[in-house]
């Protein structure tokens, strides 16, 4: 008698297996409405726009765009978020100075000439 054992070899390159599950969940929600509803809150914009000469990085009411906007660069202090847009593209707070009158880029080179600048002023009133 043969006391050999019995086995299989199985050569493959890869081996699937998966297993399938399903699960049910039951929720109860309860929508309530709010009685009171809230206010949205009011708000204002504003942009100054100029354009690059290719040579500035300092710019002033005197270079505003005024077919666009005639208040010049105001106060940050009145505005609730200020934002600087480069040919559209929103540049990082650590880029850019604003004083009253003045916006002061901290780059290395200006921009090409032609180039919009648009300091966006969101308000945001209580």
Do not use: C
Request: proline content about 8%; charged content about 20%.
């Amino acid at each position: 008698m043969n006391n050999r054992k019995k086995s299989h070899i199985v050569r493959t390159k890869k081996v699937y297996d998966w297993v399938q599950m399903g699960t049910k969940i039951q929720a109860k929600i309860n929508i309530v409405q709010n009685p009171d509803p809230v206010d949205p809150l009011k708000g204002a914009t504003y942009q100054y726009n100029a354009l690059s000469d290719g040579m500035k990085k300092i710019y002033t009411n005197e270079d505003e765009l005024t077919q666009y906007g005639d208040r010049g660069i105001l106060d940050p202090a009145t505005a609730t978020y200020i934002n600087l847009f480069i040919n559209g593209v929103l540049q990082p707070p650590s880029l850019f100075t604003v004083e009253p009158g003045k916006l002061t880029l901290n780059i290395e080179t200006a921009p090409q000439e032609g180039v919009p600048i648009i300091l966006q002023y969101i308000t945001i009133f209580p």
